[in-house]
């Protein structure tokens, strides 16, 4: 069974880090391109960072450059996002999903297929 499981949220204070996971089981990751979303309430959901099959290539939103650093563990089946220098703004459920192969539009949530149920990531002091 093809499953996406998000963790590493939490509570933290502005100008804190979290280190968020996306693991996979059922497939291998290595030959998909990964997308990190995020969605706050009452918001659409959010492109957050992409990164390439084989980890070459990293895209962020511009409201994350800098900050964010996506990577991925081929041994752990894992993909990662590094935040740091949170925002109150970051707040948001963060997901993980696997973008279809061929699809250019990175940051477009429907260009996805198997999303993780997410994690909750609350900047607050």
């Known amino acids: 069974q093809v499953q996406l499981v998000e963790s590493g949220g939490g509570l933290v204070q502005p100008g804190g880090s979290l280190r968020l996971s996306c693991a996979a089981s059922?497939?291998?990751?290595?030959?998909?391109?990964i997308g990190w979303f995020r969605q706050a309430p009452g918001k659409e959901r959010e492109g957050v960072s992409c990164?390439?099959?084989?980890?070459?290539?990293?895209y962020y939103a511009d409201s994350v450059k800098g900050r964010f650093t996506i990577s991925r563990d081929s041994a752990k089946n894992t993909v990662y996002l590094q935040m740091s220098g949170l925002k109150p703004e970051d707040t948001a459920v963060y997901y993980c999903?696997?973008?279809?192969?061929?699809?250019?539009?990175?940051?477009?949530?429907?260009?996805?297929?198997?999303w993780g149920q997410g994690t909750q990531v609350t900047v607050s002091s």
């Open positions: 999903a696997v973008l279809r192969r061929g699809a250019t539009d990175w940051y477009d949530p429907s260009r996805y297929t198997y």
């Open positions: 059922g497939f291998t990751l290595d030959y998909w391109r």
């Open positions: 990164i390439s099959s084989s980890g070459t290539n990293t």
